[in-house]
Structure formats: structure tokens, C-alpha cells
């Protein structure tokens, strides 16, 4: 087999950029989704289910994209490029799509089809490294891969925040969306990343024909078909090298406890530390007369929050004041539903008497109408009542929101250093091996995960992140350099797809148990998951101890 040519730094940066856009729609998923469901009404111990889809297609679709894009040869379009054009479309629409869902349900599909998507694109960037560097270059090749991943969810986790505090965008729901603006923003900005940076990609990099193309078709040939396919996927699970299976079980633990910080972390700084809880969460009942005149008042207060927000554009910032809300360096304006006091309520809840709006099916899912109507029918007719647990309601909702909007700062944060500290990881790749690499960041963040249930200040979350940066950034490349130079190069694709397994299994394991587990034994703390998240990473730094030196060496290259 001949040497593959060096590639030089810019080469790689080209072949790696996708791979920002995709983490750009993987950050705001990670920030965003637990917080959507909870908008659309999901209790707390739903969450986990409702993330199903994100193992879940990455077990159904990655090895077969891994197993099928290894069989793919194209002169003009290449191996992966097609894979990569694919997912990242559908992928985008699917950003579009998401927050403008109506209901808990439409949010739930299209997190499939996402995710699905994500994943047709994903899996050949990760076989695209061994394609194109030689094994010398691999560390080096994943080591940008996680720079240009840190920089697109550092960027994509804190975008609502950013919309917020710098641009000003409404951060509460409304009558007509349970999703705030910020957030439906967010996911429409992040769409065209996405799709634009895979595209950076495919227009750069070209890929490197089979050394000997008769061969590779006539094995095209004699393998077609969905049958030979799953038959070489369970063939080749019984025959993975030594150094794959001792890396299973530190990627079970770890990606465990990823699930657990991705599940709960966000809206447990919403709730515990912000002290805030999403409209609708803790509705009583009311009757249909009671939703109409919801729906009224509904109207009455966003017709008063945009008059407000008329007087405070009218005002004006400068240019260095809204930079410095941007960042978190100087509080932002207040949301104009601040303005709106108790007495205020009471006044619209007196001009709504008797005049009630029609009220259809859907309003009645909408949590904001939902919070409104249960306020009302519990007042018993005492409007004073009734503006006072609406004024609290709405003002929890906001806190939960600042809340969720800071958690997406927290995960941006640890994405920075992620960033960060991929360029000393390229250094340390030269000198340092990939196994020790990967035990002393794993241990760093364990502590830093750790660390972050037991803080309640808002600013020593972000310190806590600091430590699951480094993990991150260890977690996204340094497994996969281990791997890269213990499989055979014709089956870089399908490894890769098959080491999946061991990342979307954990996954499964957290979405279908972790409710259960919160809801009983952690008594309803979120937090608490976040904690065992920590002491998963402790356990698959110690389990790394158990992987073979051949990992560094490419000794079993021909198992």
C-alpha cells in the first residue's frame, strides 16, 4: 500500500471544516432540546425518552452510511462528499422545521430525522481523516477535527443568549409559540452554517480514487445488497481488534456520562439555580370559557410588551454598550415583560371580563394559555388574585429561560477550552501517547463535571466547565486516532461506524433509564444526574489503563 502524501495545515483545515457547521447543529440541539420539550409542556422525567433519537439513529444509520460509503466511488463526486451533501440538506431543513413545532410530538420527529441526518454526514468525516492522511498525520487530522468542533458549538450554544443580550430578541414565549424568538433564531441561523460549511468542504478537499479500482469494483460487486451488508457488520463486530474492544468499555462510561450532562445540566441551571420553571408546568384546571379569556389577556399583553419594546429601541444603545451585553460584561435590558406589574395584569384581566376571544383545540396545548387559564379559574373571579400568580408565573417562566440561555452559555464555555486546548493537543500528540492523552483529560473532567453540582453561583459554573473542556476535546479525537491505526484502511468507514456502538449504546441506556432513576432514587434533582455523569467519567479514565500499547503503534493493523 503506498504512503499517502503529507497534507499541510490549510489542507487539513479545508478536509476538517464540515465539521464545524455539524457541530454548529449539534450545539444548539444540545443546548436547546431539553429546554424545548419542557416548553412544549414535557415534564422532566420525559426528557430522557424524548432524546432517544439521538442514540438511536446514530445504532441504525451510521454503520450501514459507514458500511455503504466505503463501497462508494464517484470520479466526479468522490467516496464521502456525497454523504456529507446529503445529511447536511436534510439536516438544515430540519433546523428550519424544529422551532416551529406546535407540540411536543412534532418536536420529538423531527429530532429523528436530525439526528438521522446528522449522522449520514458525520460518520464519513470521521473515516475521511484515515482516507487522506497518513497514519503519522491521524492524531494531527483529529486533533483539528475537535478544534473546528469546539468552534462551531462554542458559537452555536451561546447564540440565544447572544441574540438576547446583544440584539435584543424576545426571550419569552408568546400566545402564538411556546418557543421563545432567541431560540427560534438560533436554529435558523444555525441551518445555514451548517450546510455552508459542509459545502466548504466538498468544494475544497478532493478525495483519492481506490489505489486499484478493478479490484475495488469487482469486490463492489460481490458484496452488493443489503444481506452481505449486515452479514460483514455482524462479522466484522466478532472480529474488531484487540485495542477496539479495550476501548469499549472507556467510551460506554464516557458517553454516559456525556448523556447525563446533555439531559439534565441545562434544565437544572434553569430551575435550581436561576430558581425559575417553564408556563404550564404546574397548570390546574379550567374550563373552555377560562382558555378564551386566556387567550384575550394573551393578546392584551404582547399588544403592551411590543409598545414597551417601541420605547426602549427609541432609546438607544451604543455600539460598546450592546458588546458588552453581548459577552455578559454588563447586564442586558430588561425584557419588556418586566415592565408589566401586577396592577397592570389586573387592569387587562378587568378589560377581558365578558370578552373572551374563541378559543381552538391547539390553544388549549399552548403552555403560556395553559399557565394563564389555571391562574384565572383558581382565582375564583379575584382579578388582583389572578394577576398576582400570573405576574410570578411569567416571571418564573423568564428566569428559567435566563437560566436555559446561561446553561447554553455553560456548554459553550467548556466548548472554548475544548477549542482551546485542541491546539496543545496537537502538541501533545508528538510527544505524549494518545492512551495517557486521553486518561489525564478524562480524570480533569471528572472533576470539573463533578464539581458543577455542588456550585449555585451562576459564574463557578463556567469555572466547573473549564475541566469538561478538556475532556471534550481529548473525547473527540483521541479515541479515534487510537482506533484509526489498529483497522485496515478499506474498512476505515465501516470500523468507525461499527466503534458507534459503543457511544449510541450508553445513550440508549440513559434515555430509556435515566427518568425512572431521577424521578425515584435522585428525588426529582436533576443536578443529581449531572453528578453521576461526573463519576462516569472517573470510571472510563480508570478503565482507559486496559487499552494496549498496539494502539500507538499500528500493530494490529491487519486484525
Not at 183 to 198: E, H, M, P, R, T
Not at 413 to 431: G, K, Q, S
Amino acid at each position: 500500500m503506498s504512503e499517502k502524501p503529507r497534507l499541510s495545515f490549510w489542507q487539513i483545515w479545508n478536509m476538517s471544516f464540515g465539521f464545524l457547521g455539524i457541530q454548529f447543529g449539534w450545539g444548539l440541539q444540545m443546548a436547546n432540546m431539553s429546554a424545548i420539550y419542557q416548553f412544549l409542556g414535557a415534564d422532566e422525567s420525559d426528557i430522557p425518552i424524548l432524546w432517544l433519537a439521538a442514540p438511536l439513529t446514530g445504532l441504525l444509520v451510521q454503520p450501514f452510511v459507514g458500511y455503504f460509503s466505503d463501497r462508494t466511488w464517484h470520479p466526479v463526486f468522490g467516496r464521502r462528499r456525497p454523504y456529507f451533501f446529503i445529511g447536511a440538506l436534510c439536516a438544515s431543513l430540519a433546523l428550519i422545521l424544529m422551532p416551529m413545532s406546535s407540540a411536543l410530538w412534532m418536536a420529538a420527529g423531527l429530532l429523528w430525522i436530525l439526528d438521522a441526518s446528522v449522522n449520514v454526514s458525520m460518520e464519513p468525516f470521521r473515516a475521511f481523516v484515515g482516507d487522506m492522511l497518513p497514519p503519522k498525520q491521524r492524531k494531527s487530522g483529529f486533533a483539528m477535527q475537535s478544534l473546528l468542533i469546539g468552534l462551531g458549538a462554542v458559537l452555536s450554544s451561546a447564540l440565544p443568549f447572544i441574540l438576547t443580550n446583544g440584539f435584543g430578541v424576545a426571550k419569552e414565549a408568546t400566545s402564538d409559540s411556546p418557543i421563545p424568538p432567541a431560540v427560534k433564531l438560533a436554529f435558523f441561523i444555525g441551518a445555514g452554517v451548517f450546510f455552508a460549511a459542509v459545502m466548504v468542504t466538498i468544494l475544497t478537499t478532493k478525495e483519492y480514487p481506490p489505489e486499484d479500482l478493478e479490484a475495488f469494483e469487482k469486490k463492489k460487486r460481490e458484496t452488493a445488497g443489503l444481506g452481505n451488508a449486515f452479514a460483514e457488520i455482524f462479522q466484522g463486530i466478532g472480529s474488531m481488534p484487540t485495542a477496539m474492544k479495550q476501548l469499549a468499555g472507556v467510551q460506554f462510561f464516557t458517553w454516559l456520562g456525556l448523556f447525563c450532562m446533555w439531559i439534565f445540566f441545562v434544565p437544572a441551571v434553569g430551575k435550581k439555580v436561576f430558581e425559575g420553571k417553564p408556563l404550564g408546568e404546574s397548570s390546574g384546571e379550567y374550563s373552555a370559557s377560562e382558555l378564551g379569556r386566556s387567550k384575550a389577556l394573551a393578546e392584551l399583553y404582547q399588544e403592551e410588551k411590543s409598545r414597551i419594546a417601541g420605547e426602549m429601541e427609541a432609546e438607544g444603545k451604543g455600539f460598546s454598550e450592546k458588546m458588552l451585553q453581548m459577552f455578559g460584561l454588563k447586564p442586558a435590558d430588561p425584557d419588556p415583560g418586566e415592565k408589566i406589574d401586577i396592577a397592570a395584569l389586573a387592569g387587562m384581566l378587568r378589560e377581558t371580563a365578558g370578552n373572551s376571544v374563541e378559543a381552538g383545540e391547539k390553544d388549549g396545548e399552548n403552555p403560556m394559555l395553559q399557565s394563564l387559564s389555571a391562574a384565572i379559574a383558581a382565582a375564583g373571579g379575584d382579578d388582583a388574585k389572578a394577576a398576582a400568580v400570573i405576574h410570578e408565573d411569567l416571571a418564573a417562566a423568564r428566569r428559567y429561560q435566563e437560566g436555559t440561555a446561561w446553561g447554553g452559555v455553560c456548554f459553550s464555555t467548556y466548548n472554548l477550552v475544548a477549542f482551546l486546548f485542541a491546539f496543545m493537543l496537537i502538541a501533545l500528540a508528538r510527544v505524549m501517547s494518545a492512551k495517557w492523552i486521553h486518561l489525564i483529560c478524562l480524570s480533569i473532567g471528572a472533576v470539573g463535571l463533578i464539581s458543577a453540582a455542588f456550585v449555585s453561583s451562576p459564574g463557578m459554573l463556567l469555572v466547573a466547565m473549564i475541566g469538561v473542556g478538556v475532556a471534550w476535546a481529548s473525547i473527540l479525537s483521541m479515541p479515534y486516532a487510537m482506533l484509526a491505526n489498529v483497522i485496515p484502511g478499506d474498512k476505515m468507514g465501516f470500523y468507525m461506524g461499527v466503534f458507534n456502538f459503543f457511544i449510541v449504546l450508553p445513550q440508549i441506556l440513559a434515555s430509556v433509564g435515566l427518568g425512572a432513576l431521577v424521578a425515584g432514587p435522585l428525588g426529582g434533582d436533576a443536578m443529581k444526574a449531572v453528578l453521576a455523569g461526573g463519576v462516569c467519567f472517573a470510571i472510563a479514565a480508570a478503565a482507559t489503563l486496559l487499552v494496549g500499547d498496539e494502539s500507538e503503534t499500528g500493530a494490529s493493523l491487519e486484525n
